[in-house]
């Protein structure tokens, strides 16, 4: 609802036909405070009536056009009311737009968010005032039968507004998102903080028939009152668990007791990254929900490892296990590649520990109905280099994720004598530069194969992320080039070369290929190499890393067949023409021929 639309929407017409039909309306969604303000009317003074006043015409009680609200949402980017039909008990919508996400659905991020509800016209992004405040709270104690409540907006009378989400208002009350965008780093200054205590009571006393929660609002962590705690509600129902709030050092306080009203209903539990479930007896009731799909381990991340071990092993049923920014050894390593059966998703990159190529080939060859896998998305400033797959472990037995969609790790240890240089310009030495170039490309196509029975693959991301120089990259005096020349310690030398000689053609199979990533590998990908792609990748929509500004296309005329070509998946290297760079340096160090 723009302005126009909000001034048509309170034209006289509109309004008499909204309050004649308002005990129809079920769901109410803007963005706009005017919206609740129309709704949220005081009695207008009679003029007929003799000793009215303006002031007293203020101090009059409010009242609210929709009392029959089941879904009630302050923030979502569009306004719209769902209307039942007297002659079709299907709701329909009245006015044009869907809404950007669920209740629990994939939400915007923040910043979109941002930009969604900005403009001149003001939104609810903006604290409210206190009459307006006093509306909203009114509004839903208006409506007995919601079930469904999405508020983005911060109040400065938090305790007020938690309380009108009570059974004793709200006996229907099912879901709860309260501000859903709320990170505690990037609290504005003017932002009230709710009082521990306040909190705390609404975790453990929210109403018995909620079954989704996803809260997160400052809390002022200075009035913690260690008490004995009041009885706590019982939230048998709840299934979904979400916290975005600074717990740091008060975690046992604020969620012990909420955690055991819960039962085995309770699916998935997600906690702000500053949690840290050291506590043995709050761990004791994490571990209760072992039959949850979802698993952080970055929510343990000072937990020693046999106890995030032993959090893995209590479950056979994980879907998803994300090891980002945890501590876990191998010991946890060990409980994921034997509790992998239902897993769906798993992360092992952005500062995991290092999961050794034996654990990480095993997942592969238990995991049956894994179609995520990402362990090469990102590698942040000094952390340890991502885990990577070794050939010879690739090839010893074969894998059984056969429903694989995304595969994102890095495969290593390949042989390469075609490699005459390492990353600081020196001579590479060792066995992984020695033997024949038929040795190295009969092991790669015994790789090549292994990668080819994933037939349901649409992502093959075998490089690693995007260039970063004020990453892990460097650029070092050289004097042979009378400068400076660029040394990139993460682009990976042992690498599968990515050649029909080597086994590309084993890839015919994967007929769903979207996305092929060879970013910052020593591949040699040439114009015979993209003329196979175009004909035998029929989804292809996307190959990076085939060549940039620090990385120029190791074989000649692929800048050529490009151009010439014209495929779909080579847009982003016809916006700049490479075809003159002479440079053949690659990550820092000269490729051989």
Request: hydrophobic share 35%.
């Amino acid at each position: 609802m723009d302005p126009a639309t909000f001034h048509q929407f309170k034209s006289e017409e509109i309004q008499k036909a909204l309050a004649k039909n308002a005990h129809h309306i079920r769901g109410l969604e803007t963005c706009y405070i005017g919206v609740i303000k129309w709704i949220v009317q005081q009695p207008k003074p009679d003029p007929q009536e003799s000793g009215m006043t303006k002031a007293n015409n203020i101090m009059s009680p409010l009242t609210s056009l929709c009392q029959s609200l089941t879904q009630f949402s302050l923030g979502s980017r569009y306004s719209r009311l769902v209307v039942e039909d007297p002659a079709n008990p299907r709701p329909i919508v009245t006015s044009a737009s869907l809404r950007p996400y669920d209740t629990f659905g994939t939400a915007p991020a923040p910043t979109a968010n941002f930009r969604m509800l900005g403009g001149a016209w003001p939104s609810i992004r903006t604290l409210m005032d206190d009459e307006e405040e006093d509306m909203v709270i009114h509004l839903i104690k208006s409506n007995p039968h919601l079930q469904s409540i999405f508020m983005d907006p911060l109040f400065h009378k938090m305790e007020k507004f938690l309380s009108s989400l009570s059974a004793a208002y709200l006996p229907n009350l099912q879901d709860i998102v309260i501000h859903p965008f709320y990170m505690p780093q990037q609290t504005p200054a003017n932002v009230p903080s709710v009082p521990t205590h306040t909190a705390k009571r609404f975790l453990e006393d929210f109403a018995e028939t909620i079954q989704s929660i996803y809260i997160g609002f400052p809390v002022d962590r200075r009035l913690i009152t260690y008490t004995d705690s009041e009885p706590c509600g019982n939230h048998l129902r709840l299934e979904h668990l979400e916290i975005r709030m600074d717990l740091s050092g008060m975690e046992e306080y604020m969620l012990l007791e909420l955690l055991k009203s819960c039962s085995k209903n309770l699916q998935t539990i997600y906690l702000q990254q500053s949690v840290h479930l050291t506590n043995n007896r709050l761990y004791q009731e994490v571990v209760r929900f072992g039959h949850s799909k979802e698993l952080n381990l970055g929510y343990l991340n000072q937990s020693p490892d046999h106890v995030i071990a032993s959090i893995v092993s209590r479950s056979h049923s994980w879907k998803v296990i994300d090891m980002r920014n945890s501590q876990c050894g191998d010991l946890t390593v060990e409980a994921i590649a034997s509790h992998c059966q239902e897993l769906e998703t798993l992360y092992i990159d952005d500062n995991a520990p290092r999961v050794s190529s034996p654990m990480f080939h095993r997942i592969l060859c238990s995991a049956t109905k894994l179609l995520h896998l990402h362990a090469n998305d990102d590698c942040s400033e000094g952390s340890p280099q991502t885990s990577q797959l070794q050939a010879l472990d690739v090839v010893s037995s074969p894998w059984v994720c056969w429903s694989l969609k995304t595969f994102k790790a890095d495969i290593a240890g390949v042989p390469r004598p075609d490699v005459k240089f390492q990353h600081d310009g020196q001579p590479v030495q060792g066995a992984l530069h020695a033997g024949t170039v038929e040795e190295s490309r009969d092991l790669q196509r015994r790789v090549m194969g292994q990668l080819g029975t994933l037939t349901e693959l649409e992502e093959l991301g075998l490089g690693a992320f995007a260039i970063d120089t004020g990453n892990e990259a460097t650029w070092e005096d050289d004097e042979e080039v009378g400068g400076s020349r660029y040394v990139d310690y993460r682009f990976q030398l042992t690498c599968l070369e990515m050649s029909l000689a080597s086994g590309l053609d084993l890839l015919a199979g994967l007929k769903k290929l979207r996305i092929l990533d060879v970013t910052r590998m020593a591949h040699r990908i040439g114009p015979i190499e993209l003329e196979w792609m175009q004909a035998n990748l029929q989804s292809l929509e996307k190959v990076k890393g085939l060549f940039n500004d620090f990385y120029p296309a190791l074989v000649p005329g692929v800048c050529d067949w490009l151009f010439e070509h014209r495929p779909k998946w080579g847009q982003e290297y016809l916006q700049k023409d490479f075809r003159y760079n002479d440079v053949r340096t690659r990550g820092g160090f000269w490729l051989g021929e």
